[in-house]
């Protein structure tokens, strides 16, 4: 699209320094001697071929020229809270990737290795004992200052059309630096503007919206809001169960719960949530309730890529005491800015849903007779299912009856083959970098290694409950979905162990370290699973002549 106002500017004309990351779209660079808006240092992301050829060009192009068409203040707010597009990049006719801005220090975290890493909110899903180690001593009070922060950030981005699509930890920053906690966007070429996406919406494994909906709307992202906030009181991320949060603050859990709501318009906007979130903030400990101290000990470990920006490789980030600049030497080339120079937009006051007030003991009493009612029912409903010859599922998902499910045993035996085939050969990969690490070399593709498994194993998870298995054995699904949860869990532990001895790595710090004894407890978990659940699917396989597996195969 031509002419529509994007800054455009030549590959040649670039001075490319350090890669500072890599993923499955593209490649990350530092830009020398060039700043955006006179301010901030560059980054140059380049698409892999395999993007390049779904890359919607057209709507890349919009994203650059947005911001110039916007108010001052409404700009100046979208580039400091966001890394957002800000000049195509060209060689000959063809668009080869943009520019944006470097993250900000005040969104790194230091290792205790020395290592610098972006400050994902992944670090936040884990026991408080571990976020205490790599991050500092983070209070329930600064959890919903962050959380403040990014809903302010999430509706004020859909105030101006924008959709974050795939909201995970992954591509949201956190910092604690300030008198209030703050959020930065990272990985904006995925988000929707107006309803037009540059690549195909993706979604995070473990962080999907429900029953397939697509990650493209405002509603998906307040289900994903929600189920941050869940996540972020219960120390880890695969719950949804808001009771921790509702431990600090209630009127927020309430928030919450209607944000998992399965219907999307039942979901409360963002702007709901302002109010009561500020109240929490004010009111919040400062310190976490025994039970949330002894949660539970999976570690997620932030998987390097482009949307680091090379912070992962433990190297400095280039840019980071500030713009490039020799002493008496010339000014850098400026890349166009997205809006002039003007002061920071102020913040706003929005029209705030007040909180809901607490219910009468007689409308206690009715509800709870009602549970008791709906209890019984369930039951009478499952005897007859059972007797009937029905059985219950063990794939499908809270809440959906599998029972007049119209695919054959013969059917869902394959499709379950199917789903197993994907995780062939994974194993011997981990095994492999447990070796590696056991030996202190490779340390940080051994992570990689671990991390990358980890979300494989997130992933199968979601599809296997997407599967309809109440033609087969009653446990299959549960063992399995048991087994590569734990193979989850040991992987995330094996990323920490890598985070406790870098720097100061030998075989008995590797085995003498607390994650390590995860990892042996979670595997542990996970070959008693796999066990099982071998033991119920080969008579299933030799049936209709499919593979049978050993436990290792898992």
Known sequence: MTGSGAARIARSGLVLGAELGGGGQGRVWAVENRLINKTWPVVY????????????????ERMVAFLPGRPVAVAQ???GHTAWPAALVTEGSQVRGFLMRQIPDEFFITMPSGHRKVAGFEFLLNSPTYVNKMVGNVTPRQVFGLLLALADTLERLHGLRVVVGDLSPKNLLFSLSGARPGCFLIDCDAMGLGGDWVLKPVQTPGWQLPGGEAPDTPEGDRYKFALLAVRLFLHEQHGQDPAELRRMDGVVADLAERGLSRTPTDRPALADWLDPLRRAFDSAPRTWPVAAQAGPQTVTVP????AAFGAATGSTRPGA???RRTAGGPVPPQTPGPFPSGPHNPSRSTPQRAPSSGRGGAVVAWIVLGIIGLAVWQIATHMDAWNSGGSSSGG?????SRIDSADTREEQATALHTLLAQNAGRRSGVSDAVQSMMNCSDLQENRQVFEDAASARAGLVERLGALSLDRLAGELAPDLRSAWQSSEEADRAYARVVDDVSGNCSPSAVTGSSAWQDA????????AAKKHFVAAWNPVAREFGLDTLAWTDL
């Open 45 to 60: 992301k380049e698409y892999k071929p395999d993007a390049q050829r779904q890359l919607r060009t057209d709507a890349l």
């Open 520 to 527: 042996a407890s979670a595997s542990a978990a996970a070959t």
């Open 77 to 79: 707010w979208l580039a």
């Open 321 to 323: 005491a500030g713009p």
């Open 396 to 400: 499908g998902s809270t809440g959906q």
């Open 303 to 306: 998987a390097a890529g482009p």
